[in-house]
């Protein structure tokens, strides 16, 4: 099942699917269903959305993959919206990445040695 713009957003904001379902006066049960199928929110919903996770209703709701930009830092509706300038956290990340690569490195070099000795098995 794909994730919604819906549930992205939420994420994204750090907030439940209880806290969400306050801000429209309904169950988190019944939200959870706009969540998986947002065709069904009415356009109030739509709108306290919208200005909630400050949107246009149309990027809301659309079912393209959304873009998400962090170009302004600033907090909006109690929610982080900007660029992100922790150099502990790109540091992490780079040697995160370099060790992901010599996994992937190391894996890929295992598959081959893999599929040698299938086809020796194979063909021998």
Known sequence: MATTTLKILREINDRTQEEIANVLGISQNTYSRLERNPKNLT???AQKLADFYNVNIADLLTEATPTIS???NKIENN???GS???DNHVSANAAEIATL????AYLR???EELLKMVNTRLNG
Not at 101 to 104: H, L, N, V, W
């Open 43 to 45: 356009s109030d919903q």
């Open 79 to 81: 929610a982080y919206v």
């Open 101 to 104: 690569k010599e996994e992937i």
């Open 84 to 86: 992100i300038e922790n």
């Open 109 to 111: 070099k295992q598959n």
């Open 70 to 72: 962090f170009n302004d």
